[in-house]
């Protein structure tokens, strides 16, 4: 036991090195920071494009990218001891760092294209987390679902990115938000507004996108303390608070994000209330923190801002508590189920200890900073200008409902009874237990002592992205006011809601079992009707016949060159090309005939001379034009390919005789025909009137002599200039010989 805990406390400790090192430089920037100082770093990104990757740390972003870096510190070393016998705990590590390194980069970037990429890099990495497991077929079908999830939603955050550069005419964030009047009056905003909403919704699991949080626990605790506590949740709530300046304050802003998070909040805590397992019980309520952090980014007033930033830290402390605490109850009892644990306090007091604070916290208790996080909410939702009794009413029975979460998850498995499990309860070793007792402890500490973090922390966040706010600071005791006494009727009704848990849990039940549909149902549809259109796409597009696939190719060209040209994209102007001469056109007759000769043909050879008839009038045609090397290529290729299809042709069995063609499906085929030779010669005839680029022709005129010591350019260009392309193609004819060779013999052999 000595031997497993020192081994991985060194794992731990040592995987902690980046965390650490980045938590240390950004406490190095705290005070800077706080007195209002930015700072910046640029470096050339496309330069072509005029994109940099821009670095701007404010106090928004060093919130975000202190806690990102405090839970990642802990969570590391928790995971060294709670995967130690792991035969990938190389890749995991090296999969939680990328990710902790992605999410830094998200809340550190100044450019939106730099924000999607390190978005889309936690998307991915979060994808590899979540299905760590990936023997488990659940493990892989819930880390597919919250890349399709996610992933949809980063495609829309793109679009809106794109718009919203191109009305700014600048993808630099610190840039766009001084045109924040201009963006808000372009008519483009609403669709902008959209598509930056989707993505957030989809990463933050706000309604009716929220089903992929409960799923994605089937990952290592580690990881969910880590992406769905402190950190991936919360990037949608980071981009909620940058975008406030730039498309905030609006009445589709406040409607949208209000509503929108309230509904979360609510649905969220009454499925934490109903859950049995308890990683699922704190994924509930984890979208129901997210719902009222995005109910509260709605609002414009300071109070309401200071309570988003008030209450995401608290959030980060307890939660990443609590998901640590489940981690070790289940590593040291073998089950998450509530009612399958009780009287844990006797084996895991230290365990218990963590957990209480933290779920003091989540309650709101006094003394604690979730007390603080409580009265700062209800402060702010009473000065909603969107909504304020809707606000303040989502809050109440929320927090009421995560009171009685706080008392189950307490109650039910550290008191009473003691149950038997399938492992034998014991005390977690230290690097287990460090990160629950640490970060319960700076709970009870901020919330004794909150005027230190308002200063240092929430004040500097909220002014980042609310310039204008108004002096808040935090307190213990505000005095009897509505928010206290609000935060009273949470502890009470939170108190009465537990001791009814059962008949409020089967009432839940009752209730759901009513909705017929229910979101994820929606998706698994969506999945399953895009398989059934590919399905018959695929038996429309992919049935085997060669006929089909060409009529499919040339219709696609057809339309997607003559397009153009109808629309008049490429006007051609055909009266500027010279006619041919007599002996031009009696040589386009006899093409046309051996074309048709061949086309009509039933007898094998007459087809084949037929086709070297075509190739023969071609090359004359080139050497007509005053392009005798081209011709004499021509006549070349043209000939092997006679003797070649000869070969082949005259040595296959006699077909099957199928049934004739209808005629519409001969109109067609001669439609398809004539439409893209007729395709093919006009736009030949339109690009001789386009002024080309004469640059390479100019280059090859001085250099052919010279450098290649030889009269004919294209001689020189293909065999010097293009020397290993020609050796290529000539590499490719030989093959496709040697291979109607191979044919040739297989079917003498036979």
């Avoid at 821009?54 to 928004?60: R, Y």
């Avoid at 895991?348 to 909410?377: R, V």
């Avoid at 398809?672 to 395709?679: D, H, I, Q, S």
Wanted: charged residues 10%.
């Amino acid at each position: 036991m000595v031997a497993h805990n020192a081994k991985a406390s060194i794992i731990g400790w040592t995987s902690s090195i980046i965390p650490r090192g980045l938590f240390v430089v950004l406490l190095y920037l705290l005070p800077q920071v706080t007195a209002g100082h930015v700072f910046r770093l640029q470096l050339n990104w496309i330069p072509s494009m005029g994109i940099a990757l821009s670095i701007a740390i404010d106090g928004l972003s060093l919130l975000f990218a202190l806690i990102i870096c405090c839970v990642g510190f802990f969570v590391v070393i928790y995971a060294g001891a709670y995967l130690p016998e792991k035969a990938a705990t190389g890749k995991f590590y090296i999969y939680l760092h990328g990710f902790l390194l992605a999410m830094l980069g998200l809340v550190a970037a100044d450019n939106i294209l730099a924000l999607f990429v390190f978005w889309e890099l936690t998307t991915i990495i979060s994808y590899l987390l979540i299905g760590f497991e990936c023997e488990l077929e659940k493990a892989r079908q819930n880390a597919r679902q919250a890349l399709l999830v996610t992933g949809a939603g980063g495609l829309a955050l793109l679009l809106g990115f794109l718009l919203l550069g191109n009305i700014a005419n600048t993808y630099d964030l610190s840039r766009i938000a001084l045109q924040s009047g201009a963006i808000k009056a372009n008519p483009l905003y609403v669709v902008v507004l959209t598509m930056v909403l989707i993505g957030a919704f989809t990463k933050s699991a706000q309604i009716p996108f929220h089903f992929w949080l409960p799923n994605a626990m089937t990952a290592p605790t580690p990881i969910s303390a880590f992406l769905h506590s402190a950190t991936m949740v919360k990037a949608g709530i980071y981009l909620l608070a940058r975008f406030h300046p730039i498309l905030g304050g609006t009445t589709v802003w406040m409607a949208t994000l209000v509503i929108t998070g309230g509904i979360t909040a609510l649905i969220g805590s009454v499925l934490a209330i109903r859950a049995y397992d308890l990683k699922r019980i704190l994924a509930f309520t984890t979208i129901m923190a997210l719902g009222i952090l995005t109910m509260f980014l709605g609002g414009k007033t300071t109070p309401a801002l200071t309570a988003a930033m008030t209450f995401l830290m608290v959030h980060s402390l307890y939660k990443s508590c609590l998901f640590l605490v489940v981690g070790i109850i289940d590593h040291h009892t073998g089950t998450r189920k509530i009612d399958h644990i009780g009287g844990l306090l006797r084996s895991m007091p230290i365990t218990a200890l963590a957990a209480a604070t933290a779920a003091l916290s989540m309650a709101g208790f006094p003394l604690f900073f979730g007390f603080i996080g409580k009265e700062i909410m209800y402060k702010g939702a009473l000065t909603e200008e969107f909504f304020p009794g809707f606000a303040t009413t989502a809050a109440l029975l929320a927090n009421a409902l995560m009171t009685a979460v706080a008392c189950l998850i307490i109650i039910k498995p550290f008191l009473g009874a003691v149950r038997k499990t399938p492992l034998i309860p014991r005390e977690a070793p230290w690097t287990m237990w460090l990160g629950p007792v640490f970060m319960g402890g700076l709970g009870l500490i901020f919330g004794i002592v909150p005027d230190w973090i308002g200063y240092w922390l929430i004040e500097p966040a909220v002014r980042a992205f609310h310039p204008s706010m108004e002096d808040i600071q935090l307190k213990l005791f505000y005095g009897i006011n509505e928010p206290f006494l609000l935060s009273i009727a949470t502890l009470s009704l939170g108190t009465i809601l537990y001791l009814f848990k059962q008949p409020l849990r089967r009432t839940i039940d009752y209730v759901l079992r009513q909705i017929p549909i229910r979101f994820e149902h929606i998706y698994t549809g969506g999945l399953e009707g895009i398989a059934k259109i590919g399905k018959i796409q695929n038996g429309i597009l992919q049935n085997g016949s060669l006929h089909r696939y060409l009529s499919i190719i040339i219709g696609s060209v057809i339309l997607g060159v003559g397009l153009p040209f109808v629309f008049g994209y490429i006007p051609p102007d055909f009266g500027q090309n010279p006619y041919p001469s007599l002996s031009g056109w009696l040589l386009g007759g006899i093409i046309i005939v051996a074309v048709a000769v061949v086309v009509r043909t039933k007898t094998r050879l007459l087809a084949i001379c037929s086709l070297g008839v075509v190739g023969a009038g071609i090359a004359m045609l080139f050497a007509m034009y005053g392009a005798p090397d081209v011709a004499l290529t021509q006549l070349l290729v043209e000939t092997l390919t006679v003797i070649i299809v000869s070969l082949v042709l005259l040595r296959l069995p006699r077909l099957k005789a199928r049934p004739p063609r209808m005629p519409a499906g001969k109109i067609w085929n001669g439609i398809l025909g004539v439409a893209m030779g007729a395709l093919i010669t006009a736009l030949i005839l339109a690009v001789n009137q386009i002024d080309l680029e004469r640059s390479l022709t100019d280059f090859f005129e001085a250099n052919s002599y010279i450098a290649a010591h030889g009269r004919n350019i294209v001689n020189v260009i293909l065999v010097d200039f293009r020397s290993l392309d020609t050796l290529g193609e000539i590499t490719v004819v030989a093959l496709a010989g040697l291979a109607c060779y191979a044919l040739i013999q297989k079917r003498k052999v036979e």
